[in-house]
Protein backbone atom coordinates (compact mmCIF):
# COMPACT_ATOMS: atom_id res chain seq x y z
CA UNK A 1 0.00 0.00 0.00
CA UNK A 2 3.15 2.51 0.82
CA UNK A 3 4.28 1.86 -2.39
CA UNK A 4 1.24 2.38 -4.33
CA UNK A 5 0.89 5.90 -2.51
CA UNK A 6 4.65 6.79 -2.79
CA UNK A 7 4.16 5.83 -6.56
CA UNK A 8 1.22 8.12 -6.65
CA UNK A 9 2.62 11.07 -4.83
CA UNK A 10 1.93 13.33 -8.05
CA UNK A 11 -2.14 12.47 -8.00
CA UNK A 12 -2.35 13.28 -4.31
CA UNK A 13 -0.66 16.52 -4.92
CA UNK A 14 -2.74 16.91 -7.53
CA UNK A 15 -5.79 16.34 -5.27
CA UNK A 16 -4.87 18.92 -2.49
CA UNK A 17 -3.71 21.43 -5.40
CA UNK A 18 -7.33 20.72 -7.11
CA UNK A 19 -8.76 21.29 -3.41
CA UNK A 20 -6.67 24.60 -2.72
CA UNK A 21 -7.80 26.03 -6.22
CA UNK A 22 -11.23 25.36 -5.38
CA UNK A 23 -11.51 26.66 -2.10
CA UNK A 24 -9.61 29.97 -3.40
CA UNK A 25 -12.29 30.21 -6.27
CA UNK A 26 -14.89 29.49 -3.64
CA UNK A 27 -13.46 32.55 -1.40
CA UNK A 28 -13.15 34.77 -3.48
CA UNK A 29 -16.80 34.31 -5.65
CA UNK A 30 -18.90 37.81 -5.66
CA UNK A 31 -21.46 37.49 -2.20
CA UNK A 32 -23.96 37.03 -4.95
CA UNK A 33 -22.78 33.62 -5.62
CA UNK A 34 -26.05 31.55 -6.72
CA UNK A 35 -27.02 28.00 -5.98
CA UNK A 36 -25.82 26.93 -9.66
CA UNK A 37 -22.48 28.03 -9.17
CA UNK A 38 -22.09 26.41 -6.00
CA UNK A 39 -23.48 23.21 -7.72
CA UNK A 40 -21.16 23.26 -10.98
CA UNK A 41 -18.34 23.88 -8.23
CA UNK A 42 -18.85 21.00 -6.32
CA UNK A 43 -19.50 19.09 -8.95
CA UNK A 44 -16.34 19.59 -10.42
CA UNK A 45 -14.24 19.24 -7.50
CA UNK A 46 -16.01 15.99 -6.25
CA UNK A 47 -16.37 14.28 -9.60
CA UNK A 48 -12.26 15.66 -9.90
CA UNK A 49 -11.52 14.53 -6.80
CA UNK A 50 -13.11 10.93 -7.11
CA UNK A 51 -11.60 10.26 -10.25
CA UNK A 52 -8.11 11.14 -9.15
CA UNK A 53 -9.04 8.65 -5.93
CA UNK A 54 -10.03 6.04 -8.94
CA UNK A 55 -6.58 6.16 -10.45
CA UNK A 56 -4.84 5.83 -6.69
CA UNK A 57 -7.29 2.76 -5.95
CA UNK A 58 -6.71 1.26 -9.50
CA UNK A 59 -3.10 1.27 -9.08
CA UNK A 60 -3.15 -1.22 -5.78
CA UNK A 61 -5.65 -3.58 -7.47
CA UNK A 62 -4.95 -6.93 -5.30
CA UNK A 63 -3.67 -5.05 -2.36
CA UNK A 64 -4.94 -4.08 0.99
CA UNK A 65 -6.79 -0.85 0.90
CA UNK A 66 -7.83 -1.18 -2.65
CA UNK A 67 -11.84 -1.76 -2.04
CA UNK A 68 -11.78 0.96 0.65
CA UNK A 69 -9.85 3.46 -1.94
CA UNK A 70 -12.41 2.41 -4.61
CA UNK A 71 -15.49 2.73 -2.68
CA UNK A 72 -13.96 6.70 -1.78
CA UNK A 73 -13.16 7.51 -5.09
CA UNK A 74 -16.43 6.50 -6.26
CA UNK A 75 -18.40 8.45 -3.33
CA UNK A 76 -16.92 11.12 -4.57
CA UNK A 77 -18.03 10.35 -8.68
CA UNK A 78 -21.27 9.62 -7.37
CA UNK A 79 -21.39 12.99 -5.62
CA UNK A 80 -20.86 14.72 -8.33
CA UNK A 81 -22.47 13.16 -10.66
CA UNK A 82 -25.92 13.99 -8.77
CA UNK A 83 -24.94 17.64 -8.40
CA UNK A 84 -24.62 18.05 -12.35
CA UNK A 85 -27.59 15.93 -13.46
CA UNK A 86 -29.66 17.57 -10.38
CA UNK A 87 -28.69 21.34 -10.97
CA UNK A 88 -32.39 22.70 -9.30
CA UNK A 89 -31.50 20.58 -6.27
CA UNK A 90 -32.52 22.42 -3.35
CA UNK A 91 -30.16 24.23 -1.04
CA UNK A 92 -30.76 21.66 1.89
CA UNK A 93 -30.76 18.52 -0.29
CA UNK A 94 -27.22 19.94 -1.75
CA UNK A 95 -26.10 20.37 1.67
CA UNK A 96 -27.23 17.28 2.97
CA UNK A 97 -24.97 15.60 -0.39
CA UNK A 98 -22.14 18.13 0.72
CA UNK A 99 -22.26 16.92 4.28
CA UNK A 100 -22.61 12.98 3.56
CA UNK A 101 -20.06 13.02 1.01
CA UNK A 102 -17.43 14.53 3.12
CA UNK A 103 -18.45 12.37 6.24
CA UNK A 104 -17.95 9.22 4.01
CA UNK A 105 -14.72 10.51 2.55
CA UNK A 106 -13.01 11.84 5.94
CA UNK A 107 -14.19 8.33 7.21
CA UNK A 108 -12.35 6.14 4.69
CA UNK A 109 -9.36 8.82 5.00
CA UNK A 110 -8.88 7.96 8.20
CA UNK A 111 -8.91 3.88 7.88
CA UNK A 112 -6.56 4.66 5.37
CA UNK A 113 -3.89 6.55 7.54
CA UNK A 114 -4.54 3.47 10.49
CA UNK A 115 -3.52 1.23 7.91
CA UNK A 116 -0.39 3.26 6.66
CA UNK A 117 0.10 3.70 10.32
CA UNK A 118 2.73 0.80 10.58
CA UNK A 119 4.55 1.39 7.14
CA UNK A 120 5.02 5.10 7.06
CA UNK A 121 5.38 8.03 9.66
CA UNK A 122 3.79 11.26 8.99
CA UNK A 123 0.64 9.44 8.27
CA UNK A 124 -1.62 11.52 10.36
CA UNK A 125 -1.58 13.94 7.91
CA UNK A 126 -3.74 11.87 5.61
CA UNK A 127 -5.77 11.37 9.06
CA UNK A 128 -5.62 14.93 9.77
CA UNK A 129 -7.44 15.57 6.20
CA UNK A 130 -10.02 12.71 6.97
CA UNK A 131 -11.00 14.48 10.23
CA UNK A 132 -11.23 18.40 8.62
CA UNK A 133 -13.61 16.57 6.03
CA UNK A 134 -15.49 14.56 9.29
CA UNK A 135 -15.55 17.84 10.87
CA UNK A 136 -16.87 19.95 7.92
CA UNK A 137 -19.76 17.56 7.01
CA UNK A 138 -21.14 17.43 10.84
CA UNK A 139 -21.13 21.02 10.94
CA UNK A 140 -22.64 21.24 7.92
CA UNK A 141 -25.54 18.30 8.94
CA UNK A 142 -26.24 20.34 12.15
CA UNK A 143 -26.48 23.83 10.44
CA UNK A 144 -28.19 23.09 6.75
CA UNK A 145 -29.85 26.36 7.30
CA UNK A 146 -27.45 28.58 7.01
CA UNK A 147 -26.80 31.34 4.49
CA UNK A 148 -25.20 30.46 1.21
CA UNK A 149 -22.69 32.86 1.79
CA UNK A 150 -21.55 31.02 5.20
CA UNK A 151 -22.10 27.90 3.39
CA UNK A 152 -19.73 29.31 0.53
CA UNK A 153 -16.86 30.33 3.05
CA UNK A 154 -17.26 27.41 4.99
CA UNK A 155 -16.61 25.07 1.87
CA UNK A 156 -13.65 27.57 0.78
CA UNK A 157 -12.36 27.21 4.49
CA UNK A 158 -12.97 23.39 4.11
CA UNK A 159 -10.94 22.68 0.77
CA UNK A 160 -8.51 25.20 1.52
CA UNK A 161 -7.43 23.17 4.48
CA UNK A 162 -7.89 19.57 2.93
CA UNK A 163 -5.55 20.73 0.14
CA UNK A 164 -2.91 21.86 2.22
CA UNK A 165 -2.95 18.63 4.10
CA UNK A 166 -2.35 16.60 0.99
CA UNK A 167 0.04 18.74 -0.42
CA UNK A 168 2.14 18.13 2.72
CA UNK A 169 1.24 14.75 2.27
CA UNK A 170 2.36 14.48 -1.31
CA UNK A 171 5.79 16.20 -0.23
CA UNK A 172 6.14 13.69 2.36
CA UNK A 173 5.66 10.71 -0.05
CA UNK A 174 7.72 12.77 -2.70
CA UNK A 175 10.43 12.57 -0.20
CA UNK A 176 10.03 8.83 1.10
CA UNK A 177 10.44 8.15 -3.15
CA UNK A 178 13.57 9.78 -2.84
CA UNK A 179 15.07 7.71 -0.26
CA UNK A 180 13.70 4.26 -1.40
CA UNK A 181 14.23 4.58 -5.15
CA UNK A 182 13.01 1.16 -5.95
CA UNK A 183 9.54 1.68 -4.72
Known sequence: MLAVFVANWGLLLFRGVLALLFGILALLAPPILTLTALVAFFAAYAFMDGVLALAVAFGMRGQRGFGILLFGGLVSVA???????????????????????AIVTGVIQIAVAVALRKEITGE?????????????????ALNPAAGALAVVWLIGV??????????VL??????????????
Open 79 to 101: AGVVAVLYPAITAVALLALIAAW
Open 124 to 140: WRLALGGLLSVVFGVLI
Open 158 to 167: YALLFGITFI
Open 170 to 183: AMRLRRVLRVIPAV
